[in-house]
């Protein structure tokens, strides 16, 4: 069981840049491919970034690319969603997610249901 908590969402203005972060509770996170997903009100959790284990491959949703920077040290566990140019349609809840992955070290997953764990999320708001 790996227990996923995220910091640093907030309420920022537009053009303002925020870095989530996300540590897990497992001594070996290297072991698990990440991502991050964000869920709007009224509207369902969405895809936003994902990180192989390795580290050495990143996808993004098109929304945020150029905008957004998924990256990880598996050395001091966290793994970070440096997001810049902040608009109000990024404004959500922010997630992370972990799959356990020990036989790829570089795919990367853009499914929810492709996720094993979860956190609780942290809010991201962001006024015009």
């Known amino acids: 069981q790996v227990q996923l908590v995220e910091s640093g969402g907030g309420l920022v203005q537009a053009g303002d840049s925020l870095r989530l972060s996300c540590v897990a509770s497992?001594?070996?996170?290297?072991?698990?491919?990440m991502g991050w997903f964000r869920q709007a009100p009224g509207k369902e959790r969405e895809f936003v970034a994902a990180?192989?284990?390795?580290?050495?491959?990143?996808y993004y949703t098109d929304s945020v690319k150029g905008r957004f920077t998924i990256s990880r040290d598996n050395a001091k566990n966290p793994v970070y969603l440096q997001m810049s140019t902040l608009t109000p349609e990024d404004t959500a809840v922010y997630y992370c997610?972990?799959?356990?992955?020990?036989?790829?070290?570089?795919?990367?997953?853009?499914?929810?249901?492709?996720?094993?764990?979860w956190g609780q999320g942290t809010q991201v708001t962001v006024s015009s």
């Open positions: 997610a972990a799959r356990s992955d020990p036989f790829a070290l570089s795919n990367y997953y853009i499914k929810p249901g492709e996720y094993n764990y």
């Open positions: 497992s001594r070996t996170i290297s072991d698990y491919a």
């Open positions: 990180i192989s284990r390795s580290g050495t491959t990143t």
